[in-house]
């Protein structure tokens, strides 16, 4: 399951040999809808298992979300089951929304298994900004590499130490050496070489729970089936932003949009991607 062909067409990839002060490379227009419906085909086509460590308000709807895209989600933090669960995982979430102990132990558990397996890892630092020892805990995780940290500008601020921007977040993805995927009004994705703006959404996805959580599980869905974490995390944002835009064109408020989000990810095709998404 885990022996994918990267797509690096659209710039060069991540270095850590990038100076902070370059300036990073845009993403090549219209490429990325071909891209993001190419990673939608092969999730249909594989079903890869993801493996998620999440907030209990969003077990839920994560797992329709991703199973919508085609993908197969598990939720255990059981310590007897973590270890089994995520060796059998094509890619893993670690979302601090709940932080209690056993998910903490399961984090860690988790973490040591997919740095043993070289599997690709999302950190979701959920609420950061609201609690000190939560952003402390947070910092640990971002210092061993996850592939991707998706988080909101609050929780960036929070880690960064400084306001998120373009050269902020090249800046950050740099010094963590992960792709970070920058969501709120117009999402960010940058690896310190390449930025992607992506202008899609409507506002009805800040006005339902753990939208942001199941971006995160969409993310690392992608990387299940993608080996450039940046391609993945922008292909993935791309997919819940015009998702998002098609189930605000058929909601009557935040409850239906709930479901008519489920069901248009689940109907994303690249005529769709092509002819909404607004990415530069």
């Known amino acids: 399951m885990r022996e994918i062909k990267p797509r690096c067409d659209l710039a060069a990839p991540l270095s850590s040999s990038a100076r902070e002060g370059d300036a990073p490379a845009v993403v090549a227009p219209g490429a990325l809808a071909a891209t993001a419906a190419a990673i939608l085909d092969r999730l249909r086509t594989r079903r890869p298992r993801i493996h998620c460590i999440t907030n209990t308000v969003a077990q839920t709807f994560t797992a329709n979300m991703l199973l919508a895209v085609g ?10 089951e973590i270890t089994a669960f995520v060796a059998r995982a094509d890619a893993l979430l670690v979302n601090l929304g709940t932080l209690d102990r056993e998910r903490r132990e399961a984090t860690q558990t988790a973490i040591e298994i997919a740095g043993d397996q070289g599997l690709p890892w999302v ?17 640990s995780l971002a210092a061993r590499t996850p592939r991707v940290i998706r988080l909101n500008r609050a929780e960036f601020a929070t880690l960064a130490g400084r306001a998120p921007g373009r050269e902020t977040l090249a800046s950050y993805a740099l010094a963590t050496l992960s792709v970070i995927g920058l969501t709120g009004e117009v999402d960010l994705v940058g690896d310190g070489v390449r930025v992607a703006s992506i202008a899609n ?34 292909a993935a944002l791309l997919a819940l932003g015009v998702a998002g835009e098609l189930a605000a064109a058929r909601a009557n408020g935040p409850g239906s949009f709930a479901v008519e989000i489920v069901d248009a990810v689940y109907r994303l095709d690249q005529k769709i991607l092509d002819a909404r998404a607004r990415v530069r």
């Not at 950190?123 to 910092?139: I, M």
């Not at 506002?203 to 869905?221: D, P, Y």
């Open 71 to 80: 993908a197969v989600p598990s939720m255990t933090v059981a310590p007897d």
């Open 123 to 139: 950190l979701d630092p959920a609420f950061v900004d609201r609690s000190e020892p939560r952003a402390a805990y947070a910092k």
């Open 201 to 234: 959404g409507d506002a009805l996805m800040t006005r339902i729970t753990a939208i942001g959580c199941a971006g995160s599980a969409l993310v690392a869905a992608a990387l299940a089936v993608e080996n450039d974490p940046w391609l993945a995390t922008a």
